[in-house]
Structure formats: C-alpha cells, structure tokens
C-alpha cells in the first residue's frame, strides 16, 4: 500500500539520527520515479565516497603518467619535488578527487597533475601554480572545456594579445560557435565564466565595436595543453 506522503515519510526517516537515511528512504513506496532516481544517485555518489577511494586512484594515476612519461623530467625534478607547489598541488588533487566520487575522473586529474609537473620554457613557473590549475579544471563542466577549446581553434593563427588579430578572425569564431550549438547568449555566458577563471579575456571594448569580444588567455591555453596530454589514451589501471 502506498504512502499517503512519500516525501514527508523521508523527512522522517532523515530526523532519525540511528537511520540509514539513503538505504530507508529508498524503501519509501509510492515516491515518484525523478524523486527516486535523484536519491538513487545521491546514495550511489555516498557508496563511492565509502567504499571506493577516488583519492587514492588520482595518485596513483599521477605516478603511473609521471612513469611513462620519464623521459620528459627536467635534470631539476627531483629537487624541485621537495618544493612547497608539489604539495599544495596533492593536496588539491586528493581534495578534488574525493569531491567529485567518479573514479575515471579522479585519475584524469591524476594525469593532467602529472603534466602540470613538468613545463618546461616559458612556461616553467607555472609549475608552482598547478594547484590552482587542478582546482579551476575540477570546476569547470563539459561546456565550458568545449567553449574554450573552440576559442583556441577559432584563434589558432593569432598572437595571444593581438587584438585587431581576434577581431578579423571574429566571424570564423561565430560560425564555429553557432556549429558547435552555441548561440549568443551562451557565448556570453560561457566567456564571462571562463573569464572569472582567468582562462578567457572580456576584451573592455566589445560596447563600442557592438559585438561579443572574447579570446583564450595563454592560462587557458595551458590548461587545455594539460588536458590534451592527460586524455591521450593510456593502458588501464588498477
């Protein structure tokens, strides 16, 4: 027999302190399918917390990458690995896997803390960033990574900082971006976000020129090299 009030009944299985909250509730007859689902997945999300250890699958998916890709360490690395940006960045890379309870996520950013360990040129200091870099990829969602991947291809040929540059290259970035599904509004959205991360420029002039102005920062551009090297394919692990 239903539940004359599915959702009350979980209200009171969630005041008893003794009670397995997510395992009860999900006992609770009547509760609508959504509602179901979402508690479904809210109890899964808990089970990975507790018995998997996303944690320990970004370390080790760091060494694996930092093994394999041996031959890239700088004569300094050693040395470099008693440093404070080493630590701060396991520590974020350990907060952000058990934030997100998805294991293959977990070693991506095991991968992407890997490369980060080790650039070299002009952009050898932002190793000691890479915690940063780790928490800003751990936030950012599918649309975001794909709008600012195509700003890079949409201003491939230009010079980071040219401005007349990404204005004569702005209708190839709008065709693109109308391909790929994004529309206006959530071009302006998107950049504004990605902005805030300091991955993207809000060029200050947009007003002015009447259109949208926003381009990849070399930041961005860094991040999405990392990403690129972490998703190459890679042998399955343990």
Known sequence: MA????????????NEEDSEFFGAALQVSGLALPLF????IAKNILDKQLNGNPGKAAIIALCYELERIEAQWPSDFEKALNLPWLRRAVAVLMDEAHRSADEDYARLLGRVAAHGCLPTGPDAHRREDLASYIRDLARLGEDDIR??????AAYVKVKVGDRDGYVGWHNTYKQMALNGGFEEDDRIALGTRLAGFGLAYESPDQAVRGQYLVRPTKRGLYLLSL??????PVAKQD
Do not use: T, V
Request: proline letters at 4%.
């Open 147 to 152: 709008f600012l991947k195509l700003l890079r």
């Open 3 to 14: 539940i004359d009030n599915p959702l009350e009944k979980i209200r009171q299985i969630a």
């Open 227 to 232: 990403l690129d090297a972490a998703e190459l």
């Open 37 to 40: 689902k979402i508690l479904a």
